[in-house]
């Protein structure tokens, strides 16, 4: 910075100039925005860096403050959005999170009175409760009637009922 007869001259140009004048309310905003001084300090700059690309373009010189302001917006925004995804994929790789251990006495007690019920019975059960399937769809796997699916099931929950109770 240069001062000559009361008016001070900043050397390095009109960038030099703008990012003087400008420079604490990008900090400010990119700061507002992202919480984090370090990262605003980066936006700023970055902001500068591409609106002096763009500085001879300006048809109102005025304008740079508000160009300026949404060069910061974009480039936060574009931040947040490449963390979004940088976090999406991370979690991807990491592969799926530690599942709290579940009480499996009641699915031993269930998968030992299964064992006891005739493979037909047993068949329809599973088919339909644990591949959720439809009666019609687990009778085209059992090659047989829709009737005879709803007969197996019925009788195979009679008996769950009574080996384990009624829950």
């Known amino acids: 910075?240069?001062?000559?007869?009361?008016?001070?001259?900043?050397?390095?140009?009109?960038?030099?100039?703008?990012?003087?004048?400008?420079?604490?309310?990008?900090?400010?905003?990119?700061?507002l925005l992202t919480g984090d001084a370090?990262?605003?300090?980066?936006?700023?700059?970055?902001?500068?860096?591409?609106?002096?690309g763009r500085l001879l373009h300006l048809r109102d010189p005025a304008g740079f403050q508000a160009y300026l302001r949404t060069t910061i917006l974009n480039l936060a925004r574009s931040h947040f959005r490449r963390r979004a995804v940088e976090r999406k994929f991370a979690e991807r790789q990491s592969g799926p999170r530690p599942v709290a251990p579940a009480d499996l006495s009641d699915r031993d007690e269930m998968r030992t009175a299964l064992l006891t019920l005739p493979v037909r019975q047993?068949?329809?059960?599973?088919?339909?409760?644990?591949?959720?399937?439809?009666?019609?769809?687990?009778?085209?796997?059992?090659?047989?009637?829709?009737?005879?699916?709803?007969?197996?099931?019925s009788r195979a929950m009679t008996s769950l009922r009574r080996s384990i109770g009624d829950a």
């Open 38 to 52: 370090t990262l605003a300090e980066d936006l700023a700059h970055d902001a500068f860096v591409r609106v002096a």
């Open 122 to 153: 047993r068949t329809a059960i599973v088919l339909r409760y644990y591949e959720d399937l439809s009666e019609e769809q687990t009778a085209r796997v059992m090659r047989c009637r829709p009737q005879a699916v709803k007969s197996l099931v």
């Open 1 to 31: 910075m240069r001062t000559t007869m009361g008016t001070v001259r900043i050397e390095g140009g009109v960038l030099a100039e703008m990012y003087a004048r400008y420079a604490p309310e990008a900090l400010r905003l990119a700061y």
